[in-house]
Nanobody, 125 residues
Framework: QVQLVESGGGLVQAGGSLRLSCEYF??????AAWFRQAPGKEREYVAH????????SYADPVLGRFTISRDNAKKTLFLQMNAVGPEDTAVYYC????????????????????WGQGTQVTVSS
């Protein structure tokens, strides 16, 4: 049984930085991702990384500003958020894919079978 514990959310001024962490407990995972859900909107993809190879991908709105990374030894996923703006205000969720079969994109939410509880990020203008 894999469990995820998120931390690092909070209030940050526009243009500032924040780092989210997500520690997982359990078996090896194939990939991990961050998604976010803004008020009144559907949850959307932010970024993902393959756990073994470290290959990362990003949604266009965060490309060049956010960096996803993982620490294999500490079983922790990170999201470094730079140059944030009010549009980044959302609840951020980490998620892991325990067994990736390579058929569908890792940008899809249904590829992830374990989710964190979410952490609130609020950007003030």
């Amino acid at each position: 049984q894999v469990q995820l514990v998120e931390s690092g959310g909070g209030l940050v001024q526009a243009g500032g930085s924040l780092r989210l962490s997500c520690e997982y407990f359990g078996r090896f995972v194939s990939a991990a991702a961050w998604f976010r859900q803004a008020p009144g909107k559907e949850r959307e993809y932010v970024a993902h990384v393959t756990w073994r190879g470290g290959s990362a991908s990003y949604a266009d709105p965060v490309l060049g500003r956010f960096t996803i990374s993982r620490d294999n030894a500490k079983k922790t996923l990170f999201l470094q958020m730079n140059a944030v703006g009010p549009e980044d205000t959302a609840v951020y969720y980490c998620a892991v894919c325990t067994v990736y079969r390579g058929v569908y994109s890792l940008k899809l939410q249904n590829q992830y079978d374990v989710w964190g509880q979410g952490t609130q990020v609020t950007v003030s203008s």
